[in-house]
């Protein structure tokens, strides 16, 4: 079953512990006005491979982030869906895939495991009075006992700051769309987001759409993601409504792609069905009909191959959607 209270923690980080041990979690102290925190981060793996892969992306831009400064101080439950503040790895086009990286936990010197990559930026919040963390994962208490880290009581706090489906056998249990974990880190003052985003690397890159379970390609070894890229869309084009907006795609293979019952779907899940080809290294231009447009308050934009498999994805923000008549490069 999925993640039984999936939300996001909202508040300022005052301490600290790296992770260590046989099941080593990096471990922050959150508070917010009232209430104490803690937050565990897995920094290894129980399989094999035991390296996490992750990505750290030190100017993020996603929708998701206007939401969450409205967002009271605390815990705050989701709704586990499309267009709410909910992450889902493989459908909210947060991050492009190819950029997660295996990386131990712990290794001798300096910057160079997971440890001290998630310590650089925590020390950065923990040096900002301004700064907030917000932690997305599933919540454990209020518990009558102390937190066995930090000692404060009652224990309170955030677990599951990784990916959360398309998980192995063994975890299979704990599977489910909109409900990933990660850390994403505002800093008003330097007007930045940071984002931290963690996965096993026992757990795949496409899921059921109903209960999360991993689903492979077919034919194997056939691998859609990144096929065809969406390299640019004009989101606001000049002019009143009913407006013209387009999705520009990229045949990156070296084979003629058939885009018969391939599909582009915008942040509501609505879905413009495609036809053709697209020979290899050309560009095809996609006018969307009205029934799927793009919002110019920011919005994602997945392109899906017949089987329903992610290929491509990508998000814009609200300021890159002002821009009327300009084309959105991604």
């Known amino acids: 079953m999925p993640l039984k209270r999936y939300g996001v923690l909202k508040g300022r980080a005052i301490d600290r512990r790296l992770g260590q041990g046989e099941s080593p979690h990096y471990q922050v102290h959150i508070v917010d006005e009232d209430t104490d925190y803690r937050i565990a981060v897995n920094v290894?793996?129980?399989?094999?491979?035991?390296?996490l892969e992750y990505l750290v992306d030190d100017a993020f831009q996603h929708p998701v982030t206007a939401g969450l400064l409205d967002l009271p101080l605390g815990f705050t439950l989701l709704e586990r869906k499309p267009n709410g503040l909910a992450l889902d790895f493989i459908r909210g086009n947060l991050f492009d895939r190819n950029r997660m990286r295996p990386l131990p936990f712990n290794v001798p010197g300096p910057d160079n495991d997971l440890n001290e990559v998630i310590d650089h930026y925590i020390q950065r919040v923990m040096a900002d009075e301004s700064a907030?963390?917000?932690a997305f994962g599933e919540r454990w208490g209020p518990e009558e006992i102390k937190d066995k880290i930090f000692g404060f009581k009652p224990g309170n706090g955030i677990h599951d700051i990784h990916m959360n489906q398309a998980n192995s056998a063994q975890f299979q249990k704990d599977d489910g769309v909109w409900q990933d974990g990660a850390m994403l880190i505002?800093?008003?003052a330097q007007n930045q987001w940071v984002a931290v985003f963690l996965k096993f690397q026992s757990q795949g890159w496409h899921s059921d759409d109903i209960t999360g379970h991993r689903i492979e390609p077919t034919p194997q070894p056939t691998e859609p993601q990144g096929i065809v890229r969406i390299v640019a869309a004009l989101v606001n084009p000049i002019g009143p409504a009913p407006e013209k907006e387009t999705v520009t795609l990229l045949n990156t293979s070296p084979q003629t792609v058939d885009l018969a019952?391939?599909?582009?779907a915008n942040k509501a899940k609505q879905k413009h069905p495609l036809s053709g080809t697209?020979?290899?290294g050309e560009v095809k231009v996609v006018t969307l009909p009205q029934t799927v447009q793009l919002g110019n308050q920011g919005g994602i934009i997945t392109l899906l191959n017949r089987e329903g498999l992610k290929v491509d994805g990508v998000a814009y923000t609200k300021e890159q959607a002002q821009r009327e008549g300009w084309t959105v490069v991604f």
């Open 261 to 264: 019952g391939w599909t582009i």
């Open 186 to 188: 505002h800093f008003p």
């Open 44 to 51: 290894k793996s129980q399989q094999s491979p035991s390296e």
């Open 278 to 280: 697209l020979p290899p």
């Open 132 to 134: 907030l963390l917000y």
